[in-house]
């Protein structure tokens, strides 16, 4: 590939992520918050992001197959149309990324599988992507480890919000939560400006996994002990920090143990699994439910002697 064309590749792909992170962060920031201003419950709050968690998972493994069959391009506009039709507050951007996935977007380093059937290529996907996938020892305890970091880090990012207005002492400091979530998403960028750097110090890629699990868990220990907003806000940088460091060097460490073929299928499947923690515990929530403790309806905190 020359020069011009990593170029324009990667200028696509900046141009659409920009795009996809500008709409989805009007709902990121204030999310949790909104369903508890609504009137709901915590357990009910984190029922709802578990349901939308379970949406995703539904659709990682389709989406993966769409892409290796009929291509990068086809699986992204099919995800992004599909997604703009609840959120039509969204459809000017959405718009916009459509046409520039349309118009700039190519399927580099493989052909997409065309002529057979759809249940013969579905088939042919999904069994070389287990080859190739699950069953290689190095992908396969990444996969195994996800559902525990991802699940970990979806809890927190959700329980975070209403955390910092109860440090803070105002529940309905909405422009706080909003700081938070644009401090969290700068020391993201700043993060992933620095995974070059720290891949250049770093020899093996799973020293930087081990070392960011071990940091955050440290972070997130550490907020249980903070009651000042300023320090709290230190740690949620810190956090975003370290996590935006490795997500780039677990993406090139599979990136490069992956054929490109089966590529998106067995990427979706890794994404399933960070999801599927979130899922797997709606019944869970449901039998705490189903037990009708009085905490369950409080919307104010009571005082205790």
């Known amino acids: 590939m020359s020069v011009m064309s990593a170029r324009r590749v990667q200028g696509t792909f900046d141009v659409l992520t920009f795009g996809n992170t500008i709409a989805a962060s ?28 379970l949406g995703m998972v539904i659709f990682e493994i389709p989406t993966g197959v769409v892409a290796d069959t009929w291509g990068r391009r086809a699986s992204y506009l099919l995800g992004t149309i599909t997604l703009g039709v609840p959120f039509l507050v969204r459809v000017g951007v959405l718009l916009a ?12 380093g493989f ?13 042919t996907v999904m069994r070389a992507s287990i080859d190739h996938g699950f069953r290689r020892p190095a992908i396969r305890w990444v996969m ?34 909003g700081i938070a979530a644009a401090i969290f998403a700068g020391s993201s960028i700043i993060g992933g400006a620095l995974a070059p750097v720290v891949r250049r110090a770093v020899r093996r890629r799973t020293t930087v996994l081990i070392a960011s699990v071990a940091v955050s868990s440290a972070v997130l220990v550490a907020f249980s002990f903070v009651n000042q907003l300023w ?38 499947f890794h994404s399933l699994l960070g999801g599927v923690i979130s899922a797997c515990a709606l019944p869970f929530l449901a039998l705490s439910r189903a037990q009708r403790d009085p905490a369950d309806e409080a919307t104010t905190l009571v005082a205790t002697e």
């Open 231 to 268: 320090l709290a806000i230190v740690l949620l940088a810190a956090w975003g920090l370290t996590t935006s460091v490795a997500q780039p060097a677990q993406r090139s460490y599979l990136n490069d143990m992956i054929p490109s073929a089966q590529r998106a299928t067995v990427l979706s």
């Open 26 to 53: 009007f709902i990121w920031g204030i999310n949790t918050l909104f369903l508890l201003d609504a009137g709901l419950s915590n357990l009910e709050a984190f029922a709802a992001n578990a349901f939308f968690t």
């Open 111 to 123: 052909t997409p599988v065309r002529g057979a059937g759809p249940v013969t290529a579905v088939r």
């Open 144 to 177: 195994v480890a996800t559902p525990f970091t991802a699940g970990v880090g979806i809890y927190a990012f959700y329980a975070l919000q209403p955390y910092l207005l109860e440090v803070a002492g105002d529940s309905t400091a909405y422009a706080l939560a």
């Open 97 to 108: 990324m459509v046409v520039v996935a349309g118009s700039l977007m190519r399927d580099l």
